[in-house]
C-alpha cells in the first residue's frame, strides 16, 4: 500500500473557521476603509494579549508587514538595511520597495540567524534598520543587537514570519523588538490565507502604521504620509481570531513532533540536527537537518529520495538572497564574505513536523531519510 504524502506543511482548517466567515459575510461588514473594522481590531486585541506587545497592526501579508515597518521607520532613499542573504526575498524585497539597500550579513552557522558580531561587519552611517530573521522557528539573538542599535538611533525590525510561538528571554516573539512582522500565509503556525501583523510597543510607530495600511490616511481622504492598501479584511480577521486560539496547542504539537524525531534520528552521525538553547524556545515551523560534508548536487539527491517516497522535504533556501538575479546587480550589498550562508544553502534539508504529522509519520521520516544517507 503505498504511503500517504506527507505534506511540508498544512494548514488547519475547521468548522469554527467557516462559521466564521460566513457570519462576516451576512453581517455586509467585508472590510473597513481604515482597515479597522470589528473583526480586525478584536484579533488585533488578542494578539498583542498573546505576543505581549503594546499594540499589534494587521495588515495583508507578511511582505506587507515588512514593508509598512520599514515605512514606519523613515527607512527610505539613501538608507541602509542590513539583512542575512539565507532568508525568503520578501525580506530584502521590502527593503528596495522602501527606497533603501539591503546589506546582506552571514549567519550564525548552528542557529541560521545573524548574529550582532555579523551585523558590525557590515554596519556604516547610512545603516537605518536591522532585520533579524527567525529563520525555521528559531528566534535570533535579538538583545545584543537591539542594544547596539539603540545607541546608534538604528530600528530593529525582526522578520516573524516563522517564529510565531516561539519565546526569547522567557518572553514572547512579538514584544521585543521595535516591531515584528508575522506571515499569515496557508503555511504558517496561524493562517488566515493571506495576511501579517506588526506588533510594537512604540505609539509613534503603531500610528504610522494604521496610516500607512490605508494610504497613508490621519482620517478619511487626509494623506499625511505615503501609504498602500495593506488592510486585511473582516473575514481574513475573523478566521485569524480562531486561529489564535489554536495556536498554543498546535505549537505544542510542533514541539512534540520535533522532539520525537530528534530522538529517531540523534545517532545518525551523518546529519546535524536542529536545537533550542536556554533563553531561545522554538516554534518549529519546520525541522531543519544538515547534511556533513554534502554539496548541493548531494542534498538534492536525497530530498528527490524522500519525495519519490512521499515526504515532501524541502531546501529552504537553496539559493541565498545575494546570489538570486536580482540581488547579484546591487552594488555594494555584498561586503564580506557569507561563507556560512552559502554553505548552509547547499545542505539544509527540511522536514515536516506540523500538528498533523503522526508518530508513524515520523517514524517514517526518520527510516527513509537514514536509507537516503546510504544511497
Not at 506588533?199 to 494610504?215: F, G, S, V
Request: hydrophobic share 40%; with cysteine.
Amino acid at each position: 500500500m503505498m504511503k500517504d504524502l506527507i505534506r511540508i506543511n498544512e494548514p488547519i482548517i475547521g468548522e469554527e473557521e467557516v462559521r466564521a466567515v460566513a457570519e462576516v459575510l451576512q453581517s455586509g461588514i467585508l472590510t473597513d476603509k481604515s482597515g479597522m473594522g470589528p473583526r480586525v481590531i478584536e484579533f488585533e486585541r488578542r494578539f498583542a494579549e498573546y505576543t505581549g506587545a503594546k499594540y499589534a497592526v494587521a495588515v495583508s501579508s507578511g511582505t506587507a508587514a515588512l514593508h509598512a515597518a520599514l515605512l514606519a521607520a523613515g527607512v527610505g532613499l539613501g538608507d541602509e538595511v542590513i539583512i542575512p542573504s539565507f532568508t525568503f526575498s520578501a525580506t530584502a524585497e521590502a527593503v528596495v520597495l522602501a527606497g533603501a539597500k539591503p546589506v546582506f550579513a552571514d549567519i550564525d552557522e548552528a542557529t541560521y540567524t545573524i548574529t550582532l558580531e555579523s551585523v558590525e561587519e557590515v554596519l556604516s552611517r547610512k545603516t537605518k534598520a536591522i532585520i533579524p530573521v527567525d529563520l525555521y522557528g528559531l528566534p535570533a539573538d535579538i538583545d545584543p543587537i537591539l542594544e547596539m542599535a539603540e545607541k546608534r538611533d538604528i530600528y530593529v525590525i525582526e522578520d516573524a514570519a516563522q517564529s510565531l510561538g516561539a519565546s526569547y528571554k522567557d518572553r514572547h516573539v512579538g514584544g521585543v523588538a521595535h516591531q515584528t512582522c508575522f506571515s499569515f500565509y496557508a503555511s504558517k503556525h496561524l493562517t488566515t490565507g493571506e495576511g501579517g501583523m506588526v506588533t510594537t510597543n512604540d505609539d509613534y510607530l503603531a500610528e504610522a502604521l494604521r496610516m500607512i495600511r490605508t494610504h497613508g490616511e490621519s482620517k478619511p481622504y487626509w494623506v499625511e504620509r505615503l501609504g498602500h492598501n495593506y488592510r486585511m479584511t473582516e473575514m481574513q480577521a475573523a478566521i485569524g481570531v480562531i486561529q489564535l486560539q489554536r495556536l498554543p496547542k498546535n505549537v505544542e504539537r510542533r514541539r512534540e513532533n520535533a522532539a520525537i524525531l530528534t530522538e529517531k534520528l540523534e545517532k545518525t552521525k551523518k546529519l546535524i540536527l536542529p536545537f533550542e538553547t536556554e533563553d531561545r524556545r522554538h516554534a518549529w515551523h519546520l525541522y531543519t537537518v544538515r547534511v556533513k560534508g554534502a554539496n548541493k548536487g548531494r542534498r538534492n539527491k536525497i530530498i528527490e529520495y524522500l519525495r519519490s517516497r512521499r515526504v515532501s522535504a524541502a531546501a529552504y533556501y537553496p539559493t541565498p538572497v545575494h546570489l538570486l538575479p536580482y540581488y547579484r546587480r546591487m552594488a555594494d550589498s555584498v561586503r564580506g564574505a557569507l561563507t556560512n550562508t552559502e554553505k548552509a544553502s547547499s545542505q539544509v534539508i527540511s522536514l515536516p513536523v506540523h500538528p498533523r504529522v503522526t508518530p508513524d509519520d515520523l517514524d517514517y521520516i526518520a527510516k527513509t531519510l537514514k536509507k537516503s544517507l546510504t544511497k
